[in-house]
Nanobody, 123 residues
Framework: VQLQASGGGLVQSGGSLGLSCATS????????IGWFRRAPGKEREAVSC????????YYADSVKGRFTISRDNAKDVVYLQMNSLKPEDTAVYYCAASTAAVVFQNPSTYAYWGQGTLVTVSS
Protein backbone atom coordinates (compact mmCIF):
# COMPACT_ATOMS: atom_id res chain seq x y z
CA VAL A 1 0.00 0.00 0.00
CA GLN A 2 1.50 3.29 -1.08
CA LEU A 3 0.26 6.84 -1.17
CA GLN A 4 2.05 9.83 -2.63
CA ALA A 5 0.85 13.37 -2.24
CA SER A 6 1.86 15.96 -4.82
CA GLY A 7 0.88 19.36 -6.15
CA GLY A 8 2.14 21.58 -3.39
CA GLY A 9 3.93 24.82 -4.01
CA LEU A 10 4.01 28.53 -3.36
CA VAL A 11 0.88 30.56 -3.96
CA GLN A 12 -0.31 34.01 -3.02
CA SER A 13 -3.11 34.57 -0.57
CA GLY A 14 -6.43 34.16 -2.35
CA GLY A 15 -4.97 31.78 -4.88
CA SER A 16 -5.67 28.13 -5.61
CA LEU A 17 -3.80 24.86 -5.63
CA GLY A 18 -4.83 21.32 -6.43
CA LEU A 19 -3.26 18.45 -4.54
CA SER A 20 -3.26 14.86 -5.70
CA CYS A 21 -2.85 11.67 -3.73
CA ALA A 22 -1.77 8.85 -6.00
CA THR A 23 -2.36 5.41 -4.56
CA SER A 24 -1.03 2.01 -5.49
CA UNK A 25 -1.06 -1.52 -4.20
CA UNK A 26 -4.71 -1.51 -3.21
CA UNK A 27 -8.14 -0.94 -4.73
CA UNK A 28 -8.91 2.68 -3.98
CA UNK A 29 -12.66 2.12 -3.94
CA UNK A 30 -12.34 0.03 -0.77
CA UNK A 31 -10.59 2.71 1.24
CA UNK A 32 -11.53 5.85 3.07
CA ILE A 33 -9.05 8.60 2.24
CA GLY A 34 -8.21 11.58 4.38
CA TRP A 35 -6.09 14.69 4.05
CA PHE A 36 -4.20 16.04 7.03
CA ARG A 37 -1.80 18.91 7.44
CA ARG A 38 0.91 19.97 9.83
CA ALA A 39 1.87 23.60 10.05
CA PRO A 40 5.21 24.66 11.51
CA GLY A 41 5.10 24.44 15.27
CA LYS A 42 1.58 23.06 15.30
CA GLU A 43 -0.04 19.68 15.74
CA ARG A 44 -1.31 17.61 12.84
CA GLU A 45 -4.78 18.71 11.78
CA ALA A 46 -7.46 16.83 9.88
CA VAL A 47 -8.47 18.71 6.74
CA SER A 48 -10.88 16.51 4.81
CA CYS A 49 -12.02 12.95 4.26
CA UNK A 50 -13.93 11.02 1.64
CA UNK A 51 -15.66 7.76 2.52
CA UNK A 52 -15.60 4.81 0.13
CA UNK A 53 -18.99 3.37 1.02
CA UNK A 54 -21.17 6.27 -0.06
CA UNK A 55 -18.82 9.03 -1.11
CA UNK A 56 -19.60 11.18 1.91
CA UNK A 57 -17.16 14.01 2.48
CA TYR A 58 -16.07 15.79 5.61
CA TYR A 59 -14.21 19.04 6.13
CA ALA A 60 -12.58 20.89 8.94
CA ASP A 61 -14.44 24.09 9.78
CA SER A 62 -11.34 26.07 8.84
CA VAL A 63 -11.49 24.91 5.21
CA LYS A 64 -15.21 24.35 4.67
CA GLY A 65 -16.43 26.18 1.60
CA ARG A 66 -12.90 26.63 0.27
CA PHE A 67 -11.55 23.09 -0.15
CA THR A 68 -13.11 20.24 -2.09
CA ILE A 69 -12.12 16.59 -1.88
CA SER A 70 -12.87 14.16 -4.69
CA ARG A 71 -11.72 10.79 -5.93
CA ASP A 72 -11.23 9.02 -9.24
CA ASN A 73 -11.25 5.31 -8.50
CA ALA A 74 -10.39 4.44 -12.09
CA LYS A 75 -7.18 6.46 -11.84
CA ASP A 76 -6.50 5.59 -8.18
CA VAL A 77 -6.20 9.23 -7.28
CA VAL A 78 -7.80 11.42 -4.64
CA TYR A 79 -7.79 15.18 -5.11
CA LEU A 80 -7.94 18.14 -2.80
CA GLN A 81 -8.83 21.37 -4.57
CA MET A 82 -7.91 24.34 -2.43
CA ASN A 83 -9.34 27.74 -3.26
CA SER A 84 -9.19 31.11 -1.53
CA LEU A 85 -6.01 30.07 0.20
CA LYS A 86 -4.88 31.90 3.30
CA PRO A 87 -1.45 32.19 4.92
CA GLU A 88 -2.73 30.00 7.76
CA ASP A 89 -3.19 27.18 5.23
CA THR A 90 0.59 26.94 4.99
CA ALA A 91 1.57 23.42 5.99
CA VAL A 92 2.79 20.06 4.83
CA TYR A 93 -0.22 18.18 3.54
CA TYR A 94 -0.49 14.40 3.85
CA CYS A 95 -2.95 11.85 2.54
CA ALA A 96 -3.87 8.75 4.48
CA ALA A 97 -5.97 5.66 3.90
CA SER A 98 -7.86 3.01 5.79
CA THR A 99 -10.11 0.08 4.99
CA ALA A 100 -11.80 0.37 8.33
CA ALA A 101 -14.34 3.04 9.03
CA VAL A 102 -12.36 6.10 9.91
CA VAL A 103 -13.12 8.76 12.42
CA PHE A 104 -12.45 11.78 10.26
CA GLN A 105 -10.44 13.81 12.72
CA ASN A 106 -8.62 10.94 14.41
CA PRO A 107 -5.35 10.14 12.62
CA SER A 108 -4.95 6.87 14.55
CA THR A 109 -7.87 5.42 12.57
CA TYR A 110 -5.90 5.68 9.33
CA ALA A 111 -3.59 2.73 8.67
CA TYR A 112 -1.51 4.03 5.79
CA TRP A 113 0.20 7.35 5.24
CA GLY A 114 2.03 8.93 2.36
CA GLN A 115 4.80 11.46 2.31
CA GLY A 116 3.62 15.01 2.40
CA THR A 117 3.67 17.91 0.01
CA LEU A 118 4.44 21.44 1.14
CA VAL A 119 1.94 24.22 0.57
CA THR A 120 3.12 27.76 1.23
CA VAL A 121 0.68 30.65 1.04
CA SER A 122 2.24 34.10 1.01
CA SER A 123 0.42 37.15 2.29
Amino acid sequence: VQLQASGGGLVQSGGSLGLSCATSGFPLDRYDIGWFRRAPGKEREAVSCIVNSDGSTYYADSVKGRFTISRDNAKDVVYLQMNSLKPEDTAVYYCAASTAAVVFQNPSTYAYWGQGTLVTVSS
